[in-house]
Antibody, heavy 115, light 110 residues
C-alpha cells in the first residue's frame, strides 16, 4: 500500500529553522516526482517545492533561497529544510507524490512560526 | 506565478449538476494537458479527483468529469450528493514554475 507520512512540524520562532521529513512506503521516493504543498490556516493550497526523479529541484518564489528539498534513498524519505522562517510560513505542510496528478498525500504536519 | 482563478463558491441541490471553472493562461492551463482537480473536506488532506484534464483515478465516481477549453479548465459534478460538499482546487503544470493551484471553490449542497 502506498503511504506517505510527514513529521517534524512544531512551534518555531521567526528566523528559526526546521526540517520536515516525509517517510514513504509502497513506492520508491527517488524514482518519483515528490512535492511539498502547504496550506495556511483557513486558506487554499500553495505549492512549495518539487524534486524530480532526476534530482532537479524547483521552488516557489516565496521560499526560494530559504527552503531546500532533498531525499535520502537509503531511508526512502523526503525532506524539506526550512530556514529563516517567517510568520507567513505558518501552515500545514503536505508531502505528496506526483504520478498521474498528485496522487498520494500525507496527513500533513503543522508548522507555526510565532514568537 | 499567479494563482489560477476559481469562483469562491458554487452551490446546487442534490441530484443537480454543478460546474467549477479554473482560468489560467497560455503558460499553464492553456499550454499543457496537465490539469488536475482535488477535493478537500475540512481537516482532511486533499484527494485527487481528476488528472490530465479529464482522467479519473480508480475509485472516483464517474459523476466527476473534467474538460478544458483554451485557458479554462472545468470540473463538472453531476448527480450531486451531500458528501460532495467540500472545497475543490484545480492545479496545472506551468513549465519552469512547475505547479500552480487555483484559489479554491467551496461547494455547498443545498
Amino acid at each position: 500500500e502506498v503511504q506517505v507520512e510527514e513529521s517534524g512540524g512544531g512551534l518555531i520562532q521567526p528566523g528559526g529553522s526546521l526540517r520536515l521529513s516525509c517517510a514513504a512506503s509502497g513506492f520508491t521516493v527517488s524514482n518519483n516526482y515528490m512535492t511539498w504543498v502547504r496550506q495556511a490556516p483557513g486558506k487554499g493550497l500553495d505549492w512549495v517545492s518539487v524534486i524530480y526523479n532526476d534530482g532537479s529541484t524547483y521552488y516557489a518564489d516565496s521560499v526560494k533561497g530559504r527552503f531546500t528539498i532533498s531525499r535520502d534513498k537509503s531511508k526512502n524519505t523526503l525532506y524539506l529544510q526550512m530556514n529563516s522562517l517567517r510568520a507567513e510560513d505558518t501552515a500545514v505542510y503536505y508531502c505528496a507524490r506526483i504520478k498521474s496528478g498528485i496522487d498520494y498525500w500525507g496527513r500533513g504536519t503543522l508548522v507555526t512560526v510565532s514568537s | 506565478q499567479s494563482a489560477l482563478t476559481q469562483p469562491r463558491s458554487v452551490s446546487g441541490s442534490p441530484g443537480q449538476s454543478v460546474t467549477i471553472s479554473c482560468t489560467g493562461t497560455s503558460s499553464d492551463v492553456g499550454g499543457y494537458s496537465y490539469v488536475s482537480w482535488y477535493q478537500q473536506h475540512p481537516g482532511k488532506a486533499p484527494k485527487l479527483m481528476i488528472y490530465d484534464v479529464s482522467q479519473r483515478p480508480s475509485g472516483v465516481p464517474d459523476r466527476f468529469s473534467g474538460s478544458k477549453s483554451g485557458n479554462t479548465a472545468s470540473l463538472t459534478i453531476s448527480g450531486l450528493q451531500a458528501e460532495d460538499e467540500a472545497d475543490y482546487y484545480c492545479c496545472s503544470y506551468a513549465g519552469t514554475y512547475p505547479l500552480v493551484f487555483g484559489g479554491g471553490t467551496k461547494l455547498t449542497v443545498l
